[in-house]
């Protein structure tokens, strides 16, 4: 359904992600939406909003694309190409250096690792698979690259600390299980856990 691989260990030293059908971006129950108010941020949809409180509640950010969107259903943690850039979330386009760490599909970038998705893969309404990646990176890389774009999120604040690689399948378990139960989603089996440094 789904594959993952890592082509610069060095900045990513785990990557996991799990799938899931039957996903419907619906509006979040109010005790999820009332969580992420006190913590400041703003709701967005089922599936945003899990991935953001289970951060909130283990430390490990997350990100869900919308598989359908990805070629070849497939994601690689590589370093940016020269001359590519990328529309993020916040519709912004921004261009890449070579140093940068992005997760890419196929052919193009889909987000820069651990500070922000891009628009083209983003969960709409019309989502129904998500792929949910949840993987380590390096701290000082997710520095540079936030400070170099002027760009820092809940996620690279977290990422820049350092967080320990063994944590990042226990946090998709959880909000997979969240997805399940609160959105009636489907989770396949298995996680892809790509460990190219033990």
């Given at each position: 359904?789904?594959?993952?691989?890592?082509?610069a260990?060095?900045?990513?030293?785990?990557?996991?992600?799990?799938?899931?059908?039957?996903?419907?971006?619906?509006?979040?129950?109010?005790?999820?939406?009332?969580?992420?108010?006190?913590?400041?941020?703003?709701?967005?949809?089922?599936?945003?909003?899990?991935?953001?409180?289970?951060?909130?509640?283990?430390?490990?950010?997350?990100?869900?694309?919308?598989?359908?969107?990805l070629?070849?259903?497939?994601?690689?943690?590589r370093?940016?190409?020269?001359?590519e850039?990328?529309?993020?979330?916040?519709?912004?386009?921004?261009?890449?250096?070579?140093?940068?760490?992005?997760?890419?599909?196929?052919?193009?970038?889909?987000?820069?690792?651990?500070?922000?998705?891009?628009?083209?893969?983003?969960?709409?309404?019309?989502?129904?698979?998500?792929?949910?990646?949840?993987?380590?990176?390096?701290?000082?890389?997710?520095?540079?690259?936030?400070?170099?774009?002027?760009?820092?999120?809940?996620?690279?604040?977290?990422?820049?600390?350092?967080?320990?690689?063994?944590?990042?399948?226990p946090?998709?378990?959880?909000?997979?299980?969240?997805?399940?139960?609160?959105?009636?989603?489907?989770?396949?089996?298995?996680?892809?856990?790509?460990?190219?440094?033990?």
């Amino acid at each position: 359904v789904a594959s993952a691989a890592v082509e610069a260990p060095d900045l990513c030293p785990r990557y996991s992600a799990c799938v899931l059908g039957d996903v419907r971006p619906m509006p979040s129950p109010l005790w999820l939406q009332q969580c992420l108010r006190w913590a400041g941020m703003r709701a967005i949809n089922l599936v945003v909003d899990v991935t953001n409180y289970v951060m909130l509640e283990t430390g490990q950010p997350l990100h869900a694309f919308d598989l359908e969107r990805l070629r070849g259903r497939r994601v690689v943690a590589r370093r940016a190409r020269p001359g590519e850039t990328i529309r993020t979330l916040d519709g912004v386009e921004r261009e890449l250096e070579p140093d940068m760490l992005v997760i890419a599909d196929r052919e193009v970038p889909q987000a820069i690792a651990g500070i922000m998705g891009g628009a083209e893969a983003e969960v709409s309404p019309a989502t129904r698979w998500i792929l949910v990646e949840s993987a380590s990176f390096s701290g000082p890389s997710i520095r540079r690259t936030s400070r170099r774009l002027g760009l820092r999120t809940e996620a690279s604040a977290r990422f820049e600390k350092g967080l320990d690689p063994h944590q990042t399948v226990p946090a998709l378990v959880r909000a997979a299980s969240l997805l399940v139960e609160l959105g009636g989603a489907r989770a396949l089996p298995g996680v892809l856990d790509v460990c190219p440094v033990p």
